[in-house]
């Protein structure tokens, strides 16, 4: 694997996605970090060795540095998940953490059906837990300056 510094700036300007009022406390701080952390370093590990190593290294360091004491079970067992369109008619679109998987589906089901009444191209798709978090990590990217 080849990382460089532009890596690690990319975790800071996803960390600073964020606004101040949707990240209150310390464990949405860290959260918010470890989201970003797996975005651009985990999505790109091939091997489950390599994952499984990158998950270890983030429980011990939230231990470690942030002096959060989080379980493997805390932040890997239910995707983290931090988006841009929970709130569709929001402007400004505030960055934050979705917690509510089953409110995020419901979400894309109305975009999806917004899309479907305006264009002759009818999609039907089905908003399961794997396309939920690449929908977001897609929105994540495009919001990005120079997001591809």
């Given at each position: ?10 975790v800071f300007q996803g960390i600073l996605m964020i ?80 917690r509510d998987l089953p409110k995020l589906t419901s979400v894309l089901n ?39």
């Open positions: 694997y080849t990382f460089n510094l532009r890596d690690i700036s990319k606004r101040p009022r949707k990240c209150a406390n310390a464990e949405t701080f860290i959260r918010l970090w470890v989201h970003e952390s797996m975005r651009i370093f985990y999505d790109r590990l091939i091997n489950s060795d390599d994952q499984q190593w990158f998950q270890k290294l983030m429980v011990e360091l939230c231990s470690r540095h942030m002096k959060m004491p989080f379980s493997h079970e805390d932040l890997f067992n239910k995707p983290i998940v931090f988006a841009d369109f929970i709130r569709p008619d929001a402007d400004p679109r505030f960055y934050e953490e979705v109305d975009l999806l059906d917004n899309y479907n009444m305006t264009f002759p191209t009818q999609m039907n798709l089905v908003f399961f837990e794997d396309a939920l978090t690449h929908t977001a990590r897609i929105s994540r990217i495009l919001r990005q300056p120079r997001g591809n």
